[in-house]
C-alpha cells in the first residue's frame, strides 16, 4: 500500500497523525484494489472532504478520517482479516493533499 502526503511517498507501515485546523483541512482518497469488496461493487474510491485529522493505523489494520468542519468521521479498513486468519488487502493508495475549498458533502464515491 502507498501512502502519499501532499505528493510525497510516506512509509505506509508506521502510525501516523495528521491535524489541519484551518478553513479547509485535508481531502483524502482511498482508492481500493481491483480484488476489495468496495470495488467489486463499483466503487473504486473514496474521497473524505475537510478531513481536520488523519490517524494512519491507529488500530494495525485502519486508518481514521474525521472532519471538525462537516462535524463527522469514519474509518476504514485497510486489510481484511478472515476468522481463519487469512489477510486480504483492501487499499492500494491513499491520498492525503490539502484541501482549498469548503466541499458541501463530506464522502465522495468514484466508480469503477
Given at each position: 500500500m502507498k501512502l502519499i502526503i501532499n505528493n510525497v511517498e510516506q512509509d505506509s507501515?508506521?502510525?501516523?497523525?495528521?491535524?489541519?485546523?484551518?478553513?479547509?483541512?485535508?481531502?483524502?482518497?482511498?482508492?481500493?484494489l481491483p480484488?476489495?469488496?468496495?470495488?467489486?461493487h463499483g466503487v473504486k474510491a473514496f474521497?473524505?472532504?475537510n478531513v481536520t485529522e488523519f490517524h494512519h493505523l491507529y488500530e494495525p489494520t485502519r486508518s481514521a478520517f474525521e472532519s471538525g468542519i462537516?462535524?463527522?468521521?469514519?474509518?476504514?479498513?485497510?486489510?481484511?482479516?478472515?476468522?481463519?486468519?487469512?489477510?486480504?488487502?483492501?487499499?492500494?493508495?491513499i491520498i492525503v493533499e490539502d484541501a482549498h475549498k469548503?466541499?458541501?458533502?463530506?464522502?465522495?464515491?468514484?466508480?469503477?
Amino acid at each position: 500500500m502507498k501512502l502519499i502526503i501532499n505528493n510525497v511517498e510516506q512509509d505506509s507501515t508506521k502510525e501516523l497523525e495528521l491535524f489541519k485546523e484551518d478553513d479547509f483541512g485535508f481531502r483524502c482518497t482511498i482508492v481500493y484494489l481491483p480484488e476489495a469488496g468496495w470495488y467489486k461493487h463499483g466503487v473504486k474510491a473514496f474521497t473524505y472532504n475537510n478531513v481536520t485529522e488523519f490517524h494512519h493505523l491507529y488500530e494495525p489494520t485502519r486508518s481514521a478520517f474525521e472532519s471538525g468542519i462537516h462535524s463527522c468521521g469514519c474509518s476504514e479498513r485497510l486489510i481484511d482479516i478472515t476468522p481463519r486468519e487469512e489477510y486480504f488487502p483492501q487499499v492500494d493508495t491513499i491520498i492525503v493533499e490539502d484541501a482549498h475549498k469548503v466541499y458541501d458533502v463530506f464522502q465522495e464515491s468514484k466508480g469503477v
